[in-house]
């Protein structure tokens, strides 16, 4: 995440990502980022502070946030398929175990077929 300097704009995203609501930044904390119309939101990850109403994601651009969102679109469709999908006839147990390490999954023991 880069360093949010004071007068920055963030961006909260409104009936998913149709218009955005524009936050200046005001003054920076140990915790807290504060923002004009005394809202505020944490310095670790930009969670606006929503009161009894739970904590929404800011951004420091608009692109961030549409990045985030094709990222997770694409990950859910992966998701989807996979388990939808039958297994390659060229898929060996080694391939299988490179896939499930590069997402930082459990790797299984190899298997003799014998």
Known sequence: MS???????LYEPRSGGAYFREHTVVGIGRKWIMLDGKA????????????????RQLYTDIEAYRAEGMLSA?????????????????????TINEIRAQLGLRVLAKTDPS
């Not at 469709?77 to 080694?94: G, I, K």
């Open 3 to 9: 360093a949010v300097v004071i007068g920055q704009t």
């Open 40 to 55: 505020r939101c944490s310095i670790d990850g930009l969670m606006l502070d929503c009161g009894g109403y739970g904590p």
């Open 74 to 94: 694409a990950w859910r469709d992966l998701s989807r398929d996979l388990q939808y999908s039958n297994r390659p006839t060229s898929m060996t147990v080694e």
